[in-house]
């Protein structure tokens, strides 16, 4: 079964560099790797996906090294607005072989002025 | 343009009771997940809809169901309410079916503000 750990908290001070990774034993050869953001009393929200190698968007990098066995969520200059609950998401392969998205238990970063 | 919209926002059930929570995705997502969250813990995969076919489910009982609507709304029914059915219910509407294609995809999920479901 696919499963993710997290470690279950982080802190840091405003515009440092936060990198939250995530380890993914089992990942299957296909699948992607996907980042979401949550803030209290709101859904999920999407950060950053990737196969493999390194992504970058606006908001955010994500590395993935050559076994994919972990992935790494970099925040760049991390502000008191980036304090929420950082969830990695990678996909099982259910019996009958249907998708099932797979959370992790989630950081919390909590960012200091 | 309007977000996936949830409702209700809150419930207070009955332990045995049945309710039916409703979900409005994105326009021109076809796709549509729900997810329960308990307090402390990521979303837990319930079930998929694409195109108003089934195309997946976690692991929870039969007293859940669901289904989508030919303009691509869903709902999710829960039924013999228990306590421990408490939580926050989240629909998430994307484009494309989940772990379609060559390569498997979350795709891109857009999520709603969920409805949080106490049971009594």
């Known amino acids: 079964l696919a499963k993710t750990t997290q470690p279950i908290s982080m802190d840091s001070y405003e515009g440092q560099e936060v990198n939250i990774t995530c380890s993914h034993n089992?990942?299957?050869?296909?699948?992607?790797i996907t980042w979401y953001q949550q803030f209290p009393s709101q859904g999920p929200r999407f950060i950053i996906q990737?196969?493999?190698t390194k992504v970058t968007n606006e908001v955010a990098s994500l590395f993935i090294p050559a076994d994919r066995k972990s992935s790494t969520l970099s925040l760049p200059r991390v502000s008191l607005s980036d304090t929420a609950v950082y969830y990695c998401?990678?996909?099982?392969?259910?019996?009958?072989?249907?998708?099932?998205?797979?959370f992790g238990r989630g950081t919390s970063l909590i960012v200091h002025p | 343009d309007a977000g996936v919209t949830q409702s209700p926002t809150h419930l207070i059930k009955t332990r045995g009771q049945q309710v039916t929570l409703r979900c409005s995705p994105i326009?021109?997502?076809?796709?549509v997940s729900w997810y329960q969250q308990v307090l402390g813990q990521g979303p837990q995969f319930i079930f998929q809809?694409?195109?108003?076919?089934?195309?997946g489910r976690g692991n929870f009982p039969d007293r859940f169901s669901a289904r989508q609507f030919p303009n691509y709304s869903s709902e999710l029914n829960v039924n013999a309410l228990l306590l421990g059915d408490s939580a926050l219910y989240l629909c998430?509407?994307?484009?494309?079916?989940?772990?379609?294609?060559?390569?498997?995809?979350?795709?891109?999920?857009?999520f709603g503000p969920g409805t949080r479901l106490t049971v009594t």
């Open positions: 998401l990678v996909g099982d392969d259910a019996s009958g072989g249907s998708y099932i998205p797979t």
């Open positions: 990737g196969y493999k």
């Open positions: 089992n990942i299957a050869t296909n699948d992607y």
């Open positions: 326009s021109g997502h076809k796709s």
């Open positions: 809809y694409y195109e108003k076919e089934e195309r």
């Open positions: 998430a509407s994307s484009l494309s079916p989940m772990g379609e294609g060559h390569r498997w995809s979350s795709y891109e999920q857009y």
